[in-house]
């Protein structure tokens, strides 16, 4: 493989400039076009996530690249979540039994910015800011941008145009609108959207809240979530429906409305957001949303990546993960198949198609927990023993969260099947009555694992799996 070709990322954000820094490492002559500002000279992040959940699959795509150590500088732990019933009352949920497995509050921006100095440290590697890519020509292998500091247009030409530009990829427009080939796409928004909010840090600088968690204030129908920053302050995040219920983004119109509203559902989280109303109605609210496509890739010229092939809703912390572990996959491609490009794109993506599919499911899935299910008692049972169980057996047992979170190199298809049949197992054993979990730790967990692979009998019978 020609490693002089010219290869052209489209956005400049995580996943375009991981693996722009991938490919210098590699030797490859990479130039990356991003339609914001240089993210290390303004904050562009307005109304928009400024602090992501970094597990142990972006904690891999880090070691690729020789930077596991920096980023633990702009990392906040979080070992578990706390969650805040409507009286304020508060309960810890550990995310896992195992010592020293937790996620990782960790800066968008700061994330992102390292990794462009990372990746500008390579010879061959450059980047191109305030350049917004209209459309590409993917026979011709083509791009045109639009020049935001000069309002003027222009094309670029490469070997191989990459898209990591997001949810509203153009080379995935392009795709959809050329219909020079058969390409099926979706989009499925939630009912709910979101919105960002913050709680400040207290007048000495230091936390209002535990720093070491993910705050959850679950409401069935809604909830509110929050995530430390390193300065003291949380980012706060309402996930509410548009027009249903008492309390919509659509009627919330007032600033009494508001007040009256985390005065009724969020008590104690109103009590330390001063700038509440002002935020509110100053921030945007977002949609929340999954997209598919097939195929990510046009002959051996063209691919998309990251959320531009497979973007997905929030309430896993798994959208950025997925994302640069994209990165970690497609090397490895490239590492087994030195050929052309096309036989890259192709085992690249029929091998990780599955498991983008799979996190999109289990996405949604844990969008009904956080909200509603973790304050249901049989839950509670459930994730108690779990925890036990890891504690006490942790080569045998992994829930379905550490499956996801903390087994890296199992893939997300294999941890939803394996995960979601021993939630099965033991929500249904505790519902019975089959399950007495006062009995011995190591007569339960054969129960479970027992239940488990008949579950997973049944649903290789059933087509489930």
Known sequence: MNKQQNILIIGGGLCGSLLALR??????????????????????????????????????????????????????PMTGRILHDVSGKTMFSAYSGRENEFINSISRGQLNALLIDEAEKHKYVSFYFNKKCLSVDFEKTTALFKDYDTKKEFIEDADVIIATDGAGSALRKSYFTARKFLFSYSQDYLTH??????????????????????????????????????????????????????????????????LEFFDKYFKDALEIMPN????????????????????????GNTLLMGDAAHAIVPFYGQGMNASLEDIVEFDQVLDNHQGDWETVFKTYEASRRKDT??????????????KGHVNSDIFRQKRALE?????????????KYSLVTFNEDVGYREAMIRGRAQDKAILNMIADGDLDLKADLESILKKVLKATEAVLEDDKIAGFN
Request: glycine share 8%; hydrophobic share 35%.
């Open 23 to 76: 490919l210098g490492q590699r030797g490859y002559r990479v130039s990356v076009y991003e339609m914001r500002p240089d993210i290390r000279q303004v904050n562009t992040d307005s109304g928009r996530s400024i602090n992501l959940a970094l597990s142990d699959r972006g904690k891999k795509a880090m070691k690729l690249v020789g930077i596991e150590e920096q980023i633990k500088a702009f990392c906040v």
């Open 357 to 370: 599919n799979a996190i999109a499911d289990l996405a949604i899935d844990n969008f009904h927990e956080m």
């Open 193 to 258: 959207g979101y919105k960002e909010l913050s709680i400040p840090a207290d007048k000495n600088g230091g936390y209002q809240i535990d720093k070491n968690a993910l705050h959850i204030w679950g409401r069935e129908d809604f909830m509110l979530i929050a995530l430390p920053n390193l300065d003291g302050s949380f980012t706060v995040t309402l996930f509410l429906s548009y027009d249903e219920g008492d309390y919509n983004f659509n009627n919330l119109t007032t600033k009494e409305r508001v």
């Open 276 to 299: 509440l109303a002002e935020e509110f109605f100053k921030n945007p609210t977002s949609p929340l949303g999954t997209i598919r496509c097939s195929p990510w890739h046009y002959k």
């Open 387 to 399: 925890m036990a169980l890891e504690k006490h057996f942790p080569l045998k047992y992994a829930s």
